[in-house]
C-alpha cells in the first residue's frame, strides 16, 4: 500500500509543476531517442550483414581483379585469368564450385524494344555457385561456355521490359546488334541494399562475353570460389591470397594486385559503418543524458523551496526522512520514465528519415524499447537523488514556520 501510496503521490505531484515537467521529458527524450536509434541501427547493421552473407554464400570467397588503391582511384588493371581459375581449381580439392565472372555495357533489344544494360559473362554453374536457382528453362552449363554459344538467363525485369507479358524462354534478343537465344529465367531477386535491381541482368557464357564484346583472351574481372569445409573459410581465404601471390610472382613488399572478399570481409565492414553511426549518436545521447541529468536535478532542488510546507507538514504528521526521498525519487523516475517512452516513440518516427536520407537499415526490437526505459530510469534515480536527499534533510519545524 505505501508503494502504490508513494507512485501515487508522485504522479500527482509530478504533473502539478507541468513546466518542470515538460523541460525534463523533452531533455531526456532527446537523449534516448539518439541511443534507442544505436541501438536499432546495430540491431539492423547485424541483420543486414546476415542477408548480404547469405546471398552472398556463407562457404564463398571472391577474388577480384586489381589492387585496392586502383580501385580507389576509379580504375582497376585486370590480373586474373583462366589460367588462374584452372590452377585453383587443381590446387584446391575442397572448392567446389569455381566461377570466373566479367562484365560489360550493352543494349538489349527484340522487336521494336530496346534499352542499355550490363550483361555478365561467366562460367558453367552460375545459378548453383550465386545460390540463385532458375525459374525456367536451364542453366549455363561445361558445353556452352567450350562452344561459346550464343545464349542467354535473363532476369525477371530483363523479361518483362523486353517481351512484356509474353513467356521469353526459347525467344531471340539482339545484344549490340548479336542474336542470343533465351535458354533460361532466373527467379527474382528484388533491390539490392545499394539500391540496384538484380532483376536487371543478362548472363551469358563468359567465354562469348569475351571472344564477341569484350576482344579479351585470358583475363577475367573476377574469380568466385565455394568451399566444402566451410568452417575453415578464413584459413582457405588466406590459402588463396598466398596461392596468387606466389603465381603473380609478387615478392613480400609489394602489395597484392588482387582483393579477396568473403562474408567476414563483409561483417567487417557493416560493423566499420554502423561504429561510427554509433560513436557519433552515442556521443551526442549521452551528453544530452548528461545535460536532462542536470536540468533535472537543478528544477528539483528550485522546486524545493517552493515545497518547504508540503515537506514540513509530511514530517509533521510522521513522515520520515526516507518516505521524503522516496518520493522525491519516484517523481524523478516519473519523469524520466515518460521521457523514455517519449524517447523512443521519437526515434521511432524519425527512423524512416535516416533510412530515406542514409539508406541505412534500422530495426526495432524489444531490446531496443527496454534498453530505453532502463537509461531513463537510471538517469532518474541519479540525478534525482541528491535532490531528494537534500529535500528529506530540511527541518520540518522551519519549513512550517
Known amino acids: ?28 527524450s532527446l537523449g534516448i531517442a539518439a541511443i534507442t536509434i544505436i541501438v536499432a ?23 577480384i581483379s586489381g589492387a585496392e588503391e586502383e580501385r580507389a582511384l576509379g580504375s582497376r588493371e585486370k590480373t586474373l585469368t583462366l589460367d588462374d581459375m584452372q590452377a585453383i581449381t587443381d590446387a584446391f ?20 524494344k530496346k534499352y542499355s544494360s550490363r550483361i555478365i559473362g561467366v562460367g558453367e554453374n552460375y545459378t548453383d555457385a550465386w545460390n540463385w536457382p532458375v525459374a525456367e528453362g536451364d542453366d549455363i552449363t561445361e558445353e556452352d561456355v567450350k562452344a561459346s554459344k550464343n545464349i542467354a538467363l535473363i532476369g525477371q525485369y530483363t523479361s518483362e521490359k523486353l517481351f512484356g507479358s509474353q513467356d521469353a524462354l526459347g525467344k531471340f534478343m539482339l545484344i549490340n546488334a548479336i542474336p542470343f537465344k533465351v535458354v533460361g529465367i532466373l527467379s ?53 591470397k598466398a596461392f596468387l601471390r606466389e603465381r603473380k610472382k609478387l615478392q613480400p613488399d609489394q602489395p597484392d594486385n588482387f582483393r579477396a572478399l568473403s562474408p567476414t570481409e563483409i561483417i567487417k565492414f557493416l560493423v566499420a559503418l554502423t561504429g561510427s553511426l554509433v560513436f557519433f549518436l552515442g556521443a551526442t545521447g549521452l551528453i544530452t543524458l548528461i545535460i536532462s541529468g542536470f536540468v533535472l536535478a537543478n528544477l528539483f532542488l528550485l522546486s524545493i523551496s517552493e515545497r518547504k510546507r508540503e515537506i514540513g507538514i509530511r514530517r509533521a504528521v510522521g513522515a520520515q526522512k526516507t518516505d521524503i526521498i522516496l518520493q522525491f525519487l519516484f517523481e524523478a523516475i516519473a519523469l524520466t520514465f515518460c521521457g523514455g517512452i517519449c524517447g523512443f516513440l521519437i526515434a521511432f518516427s524519425g527512423s524512416g528519415l535516416l533510412t530515406y536520407i542514409a539508406q541505412f537499415p534500422i530495426v526495432f526490437s524489444p531490446k ?34
Not at 377 to 385: A, D, E, P, Q, S
Open 188 to 240: 527474382e531477386r528484388g533491390v539490392s541494399s545499394r539500391g540496384t535491381n538484380l532483376d536487371d541482368r543478362v548472363v551469358i557464357p563468359i567465354t562469348t562475353l569475351m571472344k564477341k564484346f569484350l576482344n579479351e583472351k585470358q583475363y577475367v574481372s573476377s574469380i568466385r570460389v565455394r568451399f566444402t569445409d566451410q568452417e575453415q573459410l578464413t584459413v582457405r581465404t588466406e590459402e588463396l
Open 1 to 28: 500500500m505505501r508503494f502504490f501510496e508513494f507512485l501515487y503521490n508522485s504522479l500527482v505531484a509530478t504533473f502539478s509543476f507541468k513546466l518542470r515537467a515538460f523541460f525534463t521529458i523533452l531533455s531526456v
Open 93 to 112: 580439392p575442397t572448392a567446389y564450385f569455381i566461377v570466373p565472372t566479367s562484365s560489360s555495357d550493352a543494349t538489349l533489344s527484340h522487336k521494336n
Open 41 to 63: 541501427a546495430t540491431e539492423g547493421a547485424y541483420q543486414e550483414a546476415n542477408k548480404i552473407v547469405a546471398k552472398f554464400g556463407p562457404d564463398a570467397v571472391m577474388l
Open 368 to 401: 531496443a524499447f527496454i534498453i530505453s526505459l532502463l537509461l531513463s530510469i537510471t538517469v532518474g534515480i541519479i540525478f534525482g537523488l541528491q535532490p531528494a536527499i537534500r529535500a528529506s534533510e530540511i527541518n520540518p519545524i522551519e519549513a512550517i514556520k
